[in-house]
């Protein structure tokens, strides 16, 4: 100690009440730090709870009722000689029949009345064109009905729709309402006699897009990013590992592996649109791959996921403690048993949980993929890696901007999906770091 | 590490047997404000043809066209929507990458709305109190003078003391280069010591950045919430996200006439363009489903006055136009040059 003022005062002996009092007043002050420092992390947690609670509530809010869907419970009759004339139940001949036809007659045969032809349209728009491809496809599956009398649950159209959930009030002049006073009219004589239901939106989770709200499904979407991802896990964790390995574990340390090691942080944080623009000119342009695929989008998205994953493996292949691999060296083991059965089985949980973040980032991700096409209207769910595609956030992208007022629920719907998938995903990412963790 | 390098290899076969094969599904690509009404063609194609349904791209008209006259081959797209006519410098472009063939088919007419909520004042405005309330530079006392007016009623007495708040579509959207070029170009014209000033055609493009004029991006249902949640703003988009929204919003009128379908489709409505799509002839024997994919398009059950584009809020063009654009489509002429 030297001798400072403070120490000084100290020496000349204060009053013991004093220091008494020093000391006591310090600890106040350092227990109202932690009490003050605990507020604020306190206070970070509330005001993250609320953002994501606001948000969520917002989503579900506004996405939930897209889960359901108004249906009309039609009975048509199939005569023979509108379907088949010829009765030789040709299949080109009755997919090319005019089911149309049928499906209006029978939404005459309801409202025998409506006889002006601007009346007639009208009638005819309460259900979605879908229900003459429903009907059209159930006499494919099974000819043997024509001739019958069906009873068929036909999507109703989407204003209508929307009408029934309330996102359309009737209090609004008939003029600026997309569903008129005499649509609304029917629509209660419908009621009366208890032929609109509502069910459960099967069609959203099965089919792919469609320019009619009641029609479009995330289905496509769905298989798109399946196919993407794939593409990328079998392209990046790979080649990541062998990267993390060979820089750790073999890789001299000099200038080059230092300017190596550089250039992959660095990697790690190039906007994403850069990625698809090297998609476009190496994958596209040079190689000639075919536009619109997940096999093009996996391959942009694993350039972009692999740093991610390099340094994730990196770190938790440092992180195996040294003893483990002197006393595997010690025992006689190459470099390579080393590695292969010692660090790496050890390392794998935080490789894991590196690789699982570094795809949920890629499964969210948009930009790269607006330069390879796969922001397009693609109706055909994907067969393969080389079918045209799109992936989920671009389908909340697509919709989002889609002038039906339908589509805003179905918007949230979509993200309310890829926000499941993200949840699924990051859940197996804590699974396998639970059950592969080793304590020592 | 064995399955996995059977695993790469497997990709790379089928990425090689993939770029391998013909293509046999059309693509479209081009403007996102004619993709509404492709799509929905598309669709109908797709369920109603055993062809594949097409796969449309929204790229922008300059995007598209660019994509267009890349060239002749598999790889290139075969159709590219615009919201405007294809400019001499692509078709230059085209020429140069041996795309020769080259038909134009005007498809209809969109409006363009400056709409605001229906809790606010329904306003009717000429097209130079447009140029005024939104021009980067005005003349004022025979100079041009940056734009002084923050409120309505200093453009015009008749109009109400509100702020001037507009919200647009960014520089990159067909909707503004419409915008502008029918509106601002328009107004400039009537504005009285414009002219003298150097102020005409592309010079009276250039709106204010001072904060009135806002850019909100290229999605128009945003536009549409954001009127919705200020009642003093305006908003300026296509005119079928007013026919989805009339519940929301009200439709400024002007030069005194409402923007409505029977007024789009006669031409009163001022701010009106015309959309088009563009066909590569040379495609049309090797990509299966292309003439097929115009009839559908050309036939009166979609772009008709009672068809389902017009559902979708297209405004048709008169009977005469259709019938030409129509016999084009089916002959495949090449009208562009």
């Known amino acids: 100690m030297s001798d400072t003022a ?45 953002a994501l609670t606001t948000l969520l509530v917002t989503i579900v ?29 040709d299949p080109k001949v009755l997919s090319t029949a005019n089911y149309q036809a049928l499906v209006r007659q029978s939404l005459r045969d309801l409202f025998p009345e409506v006889t002006t032809r601007q009346e007639r349209r009208r009638l005819n728009g309460l259900v979605s064109d879908g229900a003459t491809f429903q009907v059209r496809r159930a006499v494919l599956d099974d000819p043997s009905i024509i001739g019958q009398r069906i009873s068929i649950l036909v999507p109703m159209s989407d204003d209508i729709d929307q009408f029934m959930k309330g996102h359309i009030s009737a209090e609004v002049p008939e003029s600026d309402r997309r569903v008129s006073d005499q649509e609304i009219a029917w629509l209660e004589r419908l009621q009366d006699r208890n032929l609109v239901h509502r069910t459960f939106n099967w069609t959203f989770f099965t089919s792919g897009d469609s320019r009619e ?72 342009n040079f190689f000639g791959l075919p536009r619109s695929a997940p096999l093009v989008g996996g391959m942009v998205l694993a350039l972009m996921t692999l740093p991610t994953i390099i340094i994730a493996a990196r770190a938790s292949i440092k992180a195996v403690p040294p003893w483990i691999r002197e006393a595997a060296l010690g025992l006689g083991a190459s470099r390579m048993q080393v590695v292969f059965q010692h660090t790496l089985p050890l390392a794998m949980p935080g490789i894991l949980t590196g690789t ?85 | 590490m064995i399955k996995k390098t059977l695993a790469l290899a497997a990709i790379a076969t089928v990425a090689v047997a993939g770029s391998a094969d013909a293509r046999d599904q059309i693509r479209i690509v081009g403007s996102s404000t004619v993709y509404p009404f492709a799509t929905t063609v598309a669709e109908q194609f797709g369920k109603t043809t055993d062809f594949k349904t097409p796969v449309i791209e929204s790229t922008g008209s300059g995007g598209g066209l660019k994509l267009f006259c890349a060239g002749v081959g598999i790889e290139h797209p075969d159709v590219t929507n615009a919201s405007r006519a294809i400019k001499s410098s692509e078709i230059e472009t085209c020429k140069k990458n041996g795309v020769t063939n080259i038909t134009e088919v005007k498809i209809g007419y969109d409006g363009i709305v400056v709409a605001n909520s229906k809790a606010g004042p329904r306003m009717e405005l000429t097209l130079d109190q447009l140029f005024l309330a939104l021009a980067k530079q005005v003349p004022q006392g025979g100079k041009l003078v940056d734009n002084p007016y923050a409120n309505w009623n200093e453009i015009d007495s008749s109009l109400p003391n509100a702020k001037i708040e507009v919200l647009g579509p960014p520089p990159t959207s067909g909707t503004r280069d419409a915008f502008v070029e029918l509106a601002m170009e328009g107004g400039c014209k009537k504005v009285e010591g414009a002219k003298d000033l150097g102020l005409e055609k592309k010079a009276c493009h250039a709106i204010r ?61 001022p701010i009106s363009r015309s959309l088009y799509f563009y066909v590569k002839g040379a495609h049309a024997g090797t990509i299966p489903g292309i003439k097929e994919y115009l009839a559908e398009f050309t036939s009166e059950k979609a772009w008709g006055p009672e068809g389902y584009l017009a559902d979708k809020g297209l405004v048709p063009m008169p009977d005469a136009e259709r019938e030409q654009y129509r016999a084009d489509a089916a002959n495949l002429t090449t009208n562009v040059e």
């Open chain 1, 213 to 284: 709200p009641e029609l479009a499904g995330i289905w496509g979407a769905l298989v798109g990013s399946l196919l993407t991802m794939s593409v990328t896990l079998a392209l990046a964790f790979p080649l990541a590992v062998a990267t993390a390995i060979y820089l750790e574990e073999f890789a001299p340390k000099n200038r080059w592996t230092d300017l190596i090691e550089v250039n992959i942080n660095n990697l790690a944080a190039v906007p994403s649109i850069v990625f698809g623009l090297l998609g476009l000119a190496v994958f596209l």
């Open chain 1, 6 to 50: 403070g120490t000084g005062t100290v020496k000349t002996g204060l009053p013991r009440k004093n220091i008494n009092e020093v000391v006591s007043a310090g600890i106040r002050r350092r227990y109202a730090a932690e009490r003050r420092f605990r507020a604020y992390g306190l206070a970070a947690i509330g005001f993250a709870i609320f």
């Open chain 1, 61 to 89: 809010g506004t996405g939930y009722s897209a889960f359901t869907q108004t249906m009309l419970e039609l009975e048509i009759t199939l005569y023979p000689q509108d379907i088949d004339p010829e009765g030789n139940r």
């Open chain 2, 209 to 269: 950045e001072d904060g009135a004029f806002v850019e909100a991006g290229e999605n128009d249902v945003l536009i549409v919430r954001k009127l919705e949640a200020n009642p003093n703003a305006f908003g300026i988009f296509g005119y079928s996200f007013l026919d989805q929204n009339l519940d929301k919003v009200q439709g400024t009128l002007v030069t005194g006439v409402e923007p409505t379908f029977e007024n789009i489709a006669s031409g009163d409505y």
């Open chain 1, 356 to 440: 699982i973040i570094g795809m949920a980032q890629a499964l969210g991700e948009t930009a790269p993929l607006l330069m390879i096409g796969m922001i397009a209207f693609i109706v055909d769910i994907p067969q393969g890696v080389t079918d045209p595609a799109t992936v989920l956030p671009v389908q909340v992208f697509l919709w989002s901007d889609a002038p039906e007022r339908a589509f805003v629920e179905r918007t949230s719907a979509a993200i309310m999906v890829l926000l499941s998938f993200l949840i699924v995903m990051n859940a197996f990412a804590i699974y396998l770091r639970k059950r592969f963790e080793r304590r020592w």
